[in-house]
């Protein structure tokens, strides 16, 4: 991992720094702070004398907010204290559905709509206060509903609209479904993080004994909106890349699409090799065990999928059957978004954690430093590849 101690930190924070963690987000919001707190009392000796440095260092850099609710199932923001001059940082997990309020004595579960609105609430309390106010929503809002085939609502720009109308001065998001809906918003910061190095750590991590060459693992796109993803993978592995088209039939609509009738492959064989399945995320899961099956189908040797964003909408099942059956050897996804505990127990999943990423952009950003060095793996990635081949722990 990129160290923050190899970056130059030369300019003075933008403000006093403030981490708000939205309900259903506390649990990554506090690992962030956990590698805030340990780096800046490691650097805060330099700069305790400094008056641009007030309150540099502290025991948590976390916001007391709260967003509580009446009985009809209306909700207010409220921040406790105060947040007058700083750079705050808004985290929000849209997809935790594991979040519950009362709605006329019936338990309802939070929506993405639900989570988007008390985003937009705590930005209201803040009131204008802050020096500046910055998103990070791992999960795009609406990130699917990008572009308009038909008269269709463009719900991911108006969000990312509204919040720049409100003040926000930075969305930073990982692995957006389209990344040119910040098209919607060109003179605001917007910026989409990909976890490829963490993904290829994880990996590294739980499988010791992978030949990471051309000759003996591929990489795999299970559709043509993902090939960017498999092409990087790829070329900084060292591999060859194949993806899938899905094949619809345009004559009918099901749930909101048109039905996939076969994953159709392009590419060289897969006989023997060990394949990365890569993605942004899996959903009911249908597409990867499709993918997966179809690739066992051409002797495919083991096959792991990789996705930022692990919904499983339609629970595990399927995954601990195609596990059993050594379709798949592995699923990895982030800890952007809600993990259940059952997904979490599972021995094929492989858990990559993203904290440590989240807080150095938050404490570069906060220091108005560049990330792009941040944002481009390549040199972390051959470093821990170097470390796998020498057979040193990653």
Not at 102 to 116: C, R, Y
Not at 168 to 189: E, K, Y
Not at 228 to 255: C, H, Q
Not at 278 to 292: F, K, Q, R, T, Y
Request: net charge neutral.
């Amino acid at each position: 991992m990129l160290r923050r101690t190899e970056r130059i930190l030369e300019n003075i924070p933008v403000g006093s720094l403030g981490l708000i963690a939205l309900t259903g987000c506390e649990e990554l919001g506090k690992k962030v702070d956990d590698y805030l707190v340990k780096w800046r009392h490691e650097s805060a000796h330099e700069y305790r004398d400094d008056a641009v440095f007030a309150g540099y260092e502290k025991d948590t850099y976390m916001i007391n907010a709260d967003v509580p609710r009446f009985g009809s199932g209306e909700a207010k923001g409220i921040i406790k204290e105060s947040v007058r001059g700083r750079d705050l940082y808004l985290m929000v997990d849209v997809c935790n559905y594991s979040v519950t309020y009362s709605l006329t004595g019936k338990t309802n579960h939070m929506s993405p709509d639900d989570h988007f609105q008390n985003l937009k609430r705590i930005i209201a309390a803040i009131g204008g206060k802050g020096r500046r106010i910055n998103v990070i929503m791992p999960f795009l809002y609406e990130s699917r509903q990008h572009k308009r085939n038909s008269r269709e609502s463009l719900d991911c720009a108006l969000a990312l609209q509204e919040l720049v109308r409100m003040g926000v001065d930075n969305i930073i998001t990982f692995d957006a479904h389209d990344p040119r809906v910040q098209n919607a918003i060109p003179l605001s910061g917007f910026e989409t993080v990909s976890p490829t190095y963490q993904f290829i750590k994880g990996l590294l991590r739980t499988v010791k004994d992978l030949k990471i060459d051309s000759e003996h693992m591929m990489a795999i796109s299970p559709d043509e909106g993902g090939t960017n993803r498999a092409v990087y993978l790829a070329n900084v592995l060292g591999l060859d890349m194949g993806m899938f088209y899905k094949r619809r039939d345009y004559t009918r609509i099901e749930n909101g699409r048109n039905p996939i009738v076969a994953h159709e492959f392009l590419g060289s064989s897969v006989d023997g090799k060990d394949v990365i399945i890569i993605d942004d995320m899996i959903s009911s899961g249908d597409s990867i065990i499709e993918v997966a099956t179809e690739l066992k189908r051409r002797k495919a040797n083991r096959i792991y999928a990789a996705a930022t964003f692990g919904l499983f909408t339609n629970g595990l099942e399927k995954f601990d059957k195609a596990y059993e059956e050594g379709v798949l050897s592995g699923i990895l996804t982030t800890n952007l978004i809600y993990q259940t505990p059952e997904l979490l127990s599972k021995p094929y999943y492989i858990n990559c954690d993203m904290s440590k990423y989240i807080a150095l952009i938050v404490d570069t950003l906060n220091h108005d430093g560049s990330i792009s060095s941040i944002l481009s793996p390549n040199e972390r990635i051959q470093n821990v590849l170097r470390k796998y081949k020498n057979g040193e722990p990653v």
